[in-house]
């Protein structure tokens, strides 16, 4: 089977590869591949069905330098567990060395490799490809994934053998690099869960549990290294702000090579000796992290029996995961809230039956639903007992609750902006009952934190924060928030890093660190909700583009499957993290949602500003 490639250059003749589907071996065009000139267009395979397997061939007898190079690339690509056949392009020495798990980095297109002129001008016993492209994205060795950009340029060294005569690469590249259509072909990004370690959830006594995205390889094992990435621990960036239940050191007991469910769905972890002491609730909070990671990537387990030391240490179902802590992506909320037409906060149900009926909007109870102060725009607390309101011409915040009777009393703050768009973002609630906002005055930019939202607001330190706060969400884990930063006309997403000093619960300083961004192709971000435990849904445009709709990973990848349907003129969008709630924007023809499976569908004419609680 020989295809053409994917990505833009032109195709060229490559080495042969093995694919395997549903049993069968297929042959990869073999073609022969020219001694002399540039290397072009290593580009990547085509994308194959999820259960099509590749495995690249060994190097031929007597292989040219461009053959042994090409067949290299080629290998990296492949779905080899360890690299074996890689490590057959290279010298024995560089095989040993060559670290293929230090990082993968991601190109546009797939390699093109230039030949690097000898000096004598001929082909002596050894030579050079340089191999270019451009950046897309780095896999760090913990399989976090960061947005890249710039030229890719690396230096591929081979050395004619003397004793059997033929080439091998003696100096690799670092670690493995692809095509963007290969890495998506070869990898998964997956939830990886820990507990955050300086928040509590004030609705519910459990543990809040946090994503940590990763991706391993989709077609080796997957299983087994999302087990192992788990157990080695949080990525960089969320470690200061998480913990996990796992004693230090805990591991996989020696000599366990794969994991897989039994008939019954139940997973058997052994793991080393590290666990032998652990208590029985600790253990089960190992189970509940477990679990949350492994349903993340399969529905094939529904229980997970832990064992070290040649003993059962503890079992654990689903239910008792949810028992023991609290996901995002699993609080269903009660209702959709949105500020009607005389600018008061109004609310339906969130489910929505997927008929079209147009559902009828309430009156919230409060002085926030029943009061006469115009809002603009609102937000509600996660348990749904309280609401925050920005006054129309964004100058005020009120707090209120929402029990009938209740009273609104002074502003709990007041913007001195001269303007509409320099005062107050719409606000956000924490899990903690924390509600954050941002008061956009240029003479006085601040992040601000209401501790259960009252009191004198806390200022929140924002270290390298380059901009100013257009919009904000937190995420339901109160770990991670999302900013709209603009900055010389240009809207940018961020991700921050919630850091909380002193009594968990009673933080004396709030801090937002090491931003990262997550749309780099967008120059203008209009709106954006979380839509998952590590998902964002985005409303924005590229340069000279027109507005599209999409779903973003916190880690600024983007996830697998389609986008949302095409909706045109949104100027605010809301999710929930649990993905069954339909989507809802706000756009040219008032309040809409999206339910699963339907079109979008009219919620009110008149309405505006639409949350879920958060």
């Given at each position: 089977?020989?295809?053409d490639?994917?990505?833009?250059?032109?195709?060229?003749?490559?080495?042969?590869?093995?694919?395997?589907?549903?049993g069968?071996?297929?042959?990869?065009?073999?073609?022969?591949?020219?001694?002399?000139?540039?290397?072009?267009?290593?580009?990547?395979?085509p994308?194959?069905?999820?259960q099509?397997?590749?495995?690249?061939?060994?190097?031929?007898?007597?292989?040219?330098?461009?053959?042994?190079?090409?067949?290299f690339?080629?290998?990296?690509?492949?779905?080899?567990p360890?690299?074996?056949?890689?490590?057959?392009?290279?010298?024995?020495?560089?095989?040993?060395?060559w670290?293929?798990?230090?990082?993968?980095?991601?190109?546009?297109?797939?390699?093109?490799?230039?030949?690097?002129?000898?000096?004598?001008?001929?082909?002596?016993?050894?030579?050079?490809?340089?191999l270019?492209?451009t950046?897309?994205?780095?896999?760090?060795?913990?399989?976090?994934?960061?947005?890249?950009s710039?030229e890719?340029r690396?230096?591929v060294?081979?050395?004619?053998d003397?004793?059997?005569?033929?080439?091998?690469?003696?100096?690799?590249?670092?670690?493995v690099?692809?095509?963007?259509?290969?890495?998506?072909?070869?990898?998964?990004?997956?939830?990886?869960?820990?507990?955050?370690?300086?928040?509590?959830?004030?609705?519910a006594?459990?543990?809040?549990?946090?994503?940590?995205?990763?991706?391993?390889?989709?077609?080796?094992?997957?299983?087994?290294?999302?087990?192992?990435?788990?157990?080695?621990?949080?990525?960089?960036?969320?470690?200061?702000?998480?913990?996990?239940?796992?004693?230090?050191?805990?591991?996989l007991?020696?000599?366990v090579?794969s994991?897989?469910?039994?008939?019954r769905?139940t997973?058997?972890?052994?793991?080393?000796?590290?666990?032998?002491?652990?208590?029985?609730?600790q253990?089960?909070?190992?189970?509940?992290?477990l679990?949350?990671?492994?349903?993340?990537?399969?529905?094939?387990?529904?229980?997970?029996?832990?064992?070290?030391?040649?003993?059962?240490?503890?079992?654990?179902?689903?239910?008792?995961a949810?028992?023991?802590?609290?996901?995002?992506s699993?609080?269903?909320?009660e209702?959709?809230?949105?500020?009607?037409?005389?600018?008061?906060?109004?609310?339906v149900?969130?489910?929505?039956?997927?008929?079209?009926?147009?559902?009828q909007?309430?009156?919230?109870?409060?002085?926030?639903?029943?009061?006469e102060?115009d809002?603009?725009?609102?937000?509600?607390?996660?348990?749904?007992?309280?609401a925050?309101?920005?006054?129309?011409?964004?100058?005020?915040?009120?707090?209120g609750?929402?029990?009938?009777?209740?009273?609104?009393?002074?502003?709990?703050?007041?913007?001195?902006?001269?303007?509409?768009?320099?005062?107050?973002?719409?606000?956000?609630w924490?899990?903690?009952?924390?509600?954050?906002v941002?008061?956009?005055?240029?003479?006085?930019?601040?992040?601000?934190m209401?501790k259960?939202?009252?009191?004198?607001?806390?200022?929140?330190?924002?270290?390298g924060?380059?901009?100013?706060?257009?919009?904000?969400?937190?995420?339901?884990?109160?770990?991670?928030?999302?900013?709209?930063?603009?900055k010389?006309?240009?809207?940018?997403?961020?991700?921050?890093?919630?850091?909380?000093?002193?009594?968990t619960?009673?933080?004396?300083?709030?801090?937002?660190?090491?931003?990262?961004?997550?749309?780099?192709?967008l120059?203008?971000?209009?709106?954006?909700?979380?839509?998952?435990?590590?998902?964002?849904?985005?409303?924005?445009?590229?340069r000279?583009?027109?507005?599209q709709?999409?779903?973003?990973?916190v880690?600024?990848?983007?996830?697998?499957?389609?986008?949302?349907?095409a909706?045109?003129g949104?100027?605010?969008?809301?999710?929930?993290?649990?993905?069954?709630?339909?989507?809802?924007?706000y756009?040219?023809?008032?309040?809409?949602?999206?339910?699963a499976?339907?079109?979008?569908?009219?919620?009110?004419?008149?309405?505006?500003?639409?949350?879920?609680?958060?």
């Open positions: 089977m020989d295809a490639r994917e990505g833009g250059g032109r195709r060229t003749p490559g080495r042969a590869a093995v694919y395997v589907a549903c069968v071996v297929l042959l990869a065009g073999c073609a022969s591949m020219p001694d002399s000139g540039d290397l072009r267009g290593v580009d990547s395979t994308r194959q069905d999820t099509v397997r590749v495995f690249a061939m060994p190097p031929q007898e007597d292989a040219e330098p461009t053959d042994i190079v090409q067949g690339l080629e290998a990296l690509t492949s779905d080899d360890n690299y074996e056949t890689a490590r057959q392009y290279l010298t024995p020495s560089a095989a040993k060395q670290q293929p798990g230090l990082s993968t980095t991601v190109l546009d297109d797939g390699p093109g490799a230039d030949v690097v002129p000898p000096v004598d001008r001929e082909q002596g016993e050894d030579t050079s490809f340089t270019v492209g950046k897309v994205a780095v896999v760090d060795a913990q399989q976090s994934y960061t947005p890249a710039g890719y690396e230096t060294h081979l050395v004619h003397k004793k059997t005569k033929q080439w091998r690469i003696d100096s690799p590249p670092r670690g690099v692809m095509g963007k259509s290969d890495f998506q072909r070869n990898y998964v990004s997956v939830n990886k869960y820990y507990f955050a370690s300086n928040t509590r959830s004030a609705t006594p459990q543990t809040v549990a946090v994503a940590d995205p990763v991706y391993v390889r989709e077609r080796v094992d997957p299983m087994t290294q999302l087990v192992r990435s788990l157990l080695s621990g949080p990525t960089s960036w969320l470690d200061p702000v998480v913990r996990t239940s796992f004693p230090t050191g805990t591991a007991r020696s000599g090579s994991l897989a469910p039994d008939d769905s997973l058997t972890v052994p793991l080393n000796a590290k666990a032998r002491n652990v208590g029985l609730d253990c089960k909070a190992m189970a509940a992290q679990l949350f990671t492994l349903q993340n990537l399969t529905p094939a387990v529904d229980d997970v029996e832990l064992q070290a030391g040649g003993k059962q240490l503890c079992t654990a179902a689903e239910s008792e949810n028992g023991d802590a609290t996901r995002g699993v609080e269903r909320p209702f959709l809230y949105f500020v009607n037409g005389e600018h008061r906060l109004v609310r149900s969130a489910e929505s039956d997927g008929s079209g009926t147009k559902a909007p309430v009156s919230v109870p409060g002085a926030l639903g029943d009061g102060k809002l603009r725009s609102v937000a509600v607390s996660r348990d749904e007992h309280t925050a309101g920005v006054s129309v011409d964004g100058k005020e915040l009120y707090v609750s929402l029990v009938s009777g209740g009273s609104l009393g002074e502003p709990m703050l007041v913007s001195g902006g001269k303007t509409d768009a320099d005062r107050l973002t719409t606000p956000s924490d899990t903690e009952g924390d509600l954050w941002a008061d956009r005055n240029p003479a006085d930019p601040r992040l601000l209401f259960e939202g009252a009191g004198k607001p806390l200022v929140v330190e924002t270290p924060l380059d901009g100013r706060i257009k919009d904000l969400r937190v995420a339901a884990d109160g770990v991670r928030i999302a900013l709209v930063v603009e010389g006309g240009k809207q940018s997403l961020f991700i921050g890093r919630i850091e909380r000093e002193g009594r619960g009673d933080p004396q300083s709030v801090s937002v660190r090491e931003l990262r961004s997550t749309t780099p192709d120059e203008e971000v209009a709106t954006m909700s979380w839509a998952g435990d590590s998902r964002l849904v985005v409303v924005g445009r590229e000279g583009g027109v507005q709709t999409r779903y973003v990973q880690d600024g990848s983007t996830p697998e499957g389609p986008p949302p349907a909706l045109t949104v100027k605010e969008i809301a999710a929930s993290e649990d993905d069954e709630m339909p989507l809802v924007a756009s040219e023809d008032g309040i809409v949602r999206l339910p499976g339907a079109q979008w569908q009219k919620v009110d004419a008149d309405g505006t500003a639409p949350v879920y609680p958060g």
